[in-house]
């Protein structure tokens, strides 16, 4: 498997930036994506990454160094809408997806 | 259909019984993914269909689990003898095709699954 480590939770003011960091240790390498998962529903697209760099996405950006197994998700002008699981997912050359254990983003007024 | 569809969203059963999951992918998605979630744990590959076929079960927990996908379309996955630790919430996921290098994973809302 792969290893892939995101901080459980995080807490932040509506309004504020945060920053979700992910960490992967994995061979064969072949993309990074990011997921947000409301409580009780299906995980839902936010971003993908091949090449080292930074996407932007509206108010969310997603920044990938291979190098480093490093990625991380940037929410800005945070709102109540935005509290949420956010999911790290590496992909690797067969295709697969493995997913990090999620972080918490909780959005307080 | 417009998303992906997964029957039963809540099923409970009692240990040692046999369950059957669908799964509805999107319409012209040759590429099916199953997935399990485990409260508070990050979603574990199960199984992918390319078409109908499955070229890699590794990602099964046992043997008591298998999956079909007939016509290019449904899939099920099933669950013999279950066991207290299948309890989870079972992903249903389904992409345009499998190794394009995009490759964006439509999500069902998931079969909650608990084993009394």
């Known amino acids: 498997g792969q290893n892939i480590d995101q901080p459980t939770e995080m807490t932040a003011t509506e309004g504020a930036i945060v920053q979700i960091n992910c960490t992967y240790q994995t061979s064969g390498f072949n993309g990074l994506f990011w997921y947000q998962q409301h409580a009780g529903e299906a995980p839902t697209f936010l971003s993908y990454?091949?090449?080292?760099g930074l996407e932007e996405k509206g108010r969310f950006s997603s920044f990938l160094s291979r190098s480093k197994g490093y990625s991380y998700l940037l929410l800005k002008e945070l709102q109540m809408k935005d509290s949420a699981s956010y999911l790290c997912?590496?992909?690797?050359?067969?295709?697969?997806?493995?997913f990090g254990a999620g972080t918490t983003v909780t959005v307080r007024a | 259909g417009a998303g992906v569809s997964q029957t039963p969203s809540n099923k409970v059963t009692e240990k040692g019984k046999y369950v059957e999951l669908r799964c509805d992918p999107i319409s012209g998605h040759t590429a099916l993914y199953w997935y399990r979630q485990s409260l508070g744990q990050g979603l574990e590959f199960l199984i992918y269909f390319q078409g109908n076929s499955a070229p890699d079960k590794s990602g099964l927990p046992s043997d008591r689990f298998s999956a079909e996908r007939t016509g290019g379309s449904v899939s099920t996955l099933t669950i013999q003898r279950t066991q207290q630790e299948d309890s989870a919430v079972y992903l249903c996921a389904s992409s345009i095709s499998w190794g394009s290098s995009y490759n964006e994973q439509f999500f069902g809302p998931g079969t909650r699954l608990t084993v009394l």
């Open positions: 990454n091949v090449l080292d």
């Open positions: 997912a590496v992909r690797t050359n067969d295709y697969k997806l493995s």
